[in-house]
């Protein structure tokens, strides 16, 4: 009797050691269109259209939630039927927004469509929806993930060396890798980045110009009346301050609005942007009256009246903002008005448009369709 107990336990523990085992198991996550059978090519991590994908371990994902919030995971491993991912952010975003590393998890019922970047600059993406997926977990001794990856890049003397991490994110081309210097994040294209090498003595300021100028230029500040092909410095430090009147054609300014219209039909909800507006990154400021055919665009804030035949791109706004096509604005104080669109994390005061959409809104907005983190409502809105 003692003897079948002692069998009895030894039996249970060992199952209950191999539950235990499997629960904490790693896996292999993959999506694959309802009804048909995962059929995968040579890049299995690329999801595309009639055929089956893995998620990757070890790899940067734009996910959109079914509640609509924007995520950009890096997956750190599938067990559990979960994916654990940690949020992926630069040193200055960690920094601005005091981001929390931790690991977390979600499942794959959570998410509603990958968001797969297509233009870095302007941030144009196609989505890949997931509605018509099912997911299939799998336990196999080959885990699906990219290894991690580091350069060495020396200085010109080659006395000094910095180590880069490569990370892989995708993308709709495929496989990009990234790597971050001073906290910004940079395409790695087969060149090594640059080592800073010893610390210079500054230079002596430029000196300011007055009365009239003209840009691109090499000053750091006008005061004055400013004509110019484009609102931009070539000096060493990247700053431009304009006091006055600023007329720019703003060619370059032309070719982007393009994909400003095409990235509208792909405008993701409030509740995914940004919570606040690192305001560090302003390096110029425009202040008083600009004119601008192509419209302003950089890391700058622009104060006063400001009119832009296409598109305006800038992270502070104070006074009147008139844009012929899209708004992109960090924050804003006082009226925006687009033929199109307006966009903004925080704004207090006025938007009109056909579409408006703010995350921290004290204010009203008026449009055809109106968003911002508390409602969505057609011709009118407002938050305080």
């Not at 009639?50 to 995971?73: E, Q, S």
């Not at 009239?212 to 931009?232: A, D, E, Y």
């Not at 909800?269 to 507006?277: E, G, I, L, M, Q």
Request: net charge positive.
């Amino acid at each position: 009797m003692k003897q079948r107990i002692i069998i009895i336990s030894l039996i249970c523990l060992f199952s209950a050691t191999i539950g235990l085992a499997q629960e904490g198991a790693s896996q292999n996550l993959y999506f694959v269109k309802k009804g048909k059978t995962a059929v995968f090519n040579g890049r299995e991590y690329q999801p595309g259209k009639g055929r089956a994908f893995y998620i990757y371990r070890n790899c940067i994902y734009t996910v959109v939630l079914k509640d609509k919030r924007w995520l950009r995971i890096r997956v750190a491993d599938i067990r559990n039927d979960s994916v654990y991912y940690s949020l992926y952010v630069s040193a200055s975003e960690a920094a601005s927004d005091n981001a929390r590393l931790d690991t977390l998890a979600l499942h794959p019922n959570q998410l509603r469509k990958l968001k797969l970047i297509a233009d870095r600059m302007i941030g144009l993406q196609s989505n890949f929806s997931l509605r018509n997926k099912r997911y299939v977990f799998e336990t196999a001794d080959t885990l699906k993930g990219f290894s991690h990856d580091t350069i060495v890049s020396y200085s010109k003397d080659s006395s000094r060396s910095v180590a880069y991490e490569l990370v892989p994110y995708l993308t709709a081309q495929g496989i990009n890798w990234i790597y971050e210097r001073r906290g910004i994040t940079y395409y790695y294209e087969g060149m090594n980045p640059l080592v800073d090498e010893a610390i210079t003595p500054r230079k002596k300021p430029l000196p300011p110009k007055k009365w009239v100028w003209f840009t691109p230029t090499n000053v750091n500040k006008i005061s004055g009346l400013n004509l110019g092909i484009q609102t931009m410095t070539t000096a060493e430090n990247d700053s431009l301050t304009i006091h006055g009147v600023n007329i720019n054609a703003d060619l370059l300014s032309m070719f982007v609005t393009v994909y400003g219209v095409i990235g509208m039909f792909n405008m993701p909800h409030p509740n995914s942007y940004p919570d606040s507006v690192n305001k560090k990154e302003i390096n110029s400021e425009v202040t008083g009256l600009n004119i601008s055919g192509g419209g302003i665009m950089g890391d700058m804030r622009v104060r006063g009246l400001c009119i832009n035949g296409g598109m305006s791109s800038v992270l502070e706004t104070t006074g009147l903002h008139i844009t012929g096509i899209l708004n992109t604005t960090g924050e804003f104080r006082g009226v925006e008005i687009s033929g199109l669109c307006n966009r903004a994390i925080k704004g207090r005061g006025l938007q009109i448009g056909l579409l408006n959409f703010c995350k921290n809104l004290k204010g009203i907005q008026l449009g055809l369709w109106n968003v911002n983190s508390k409602r969505s409502l057609p011709l009118i809105n407002w938050g305080f």
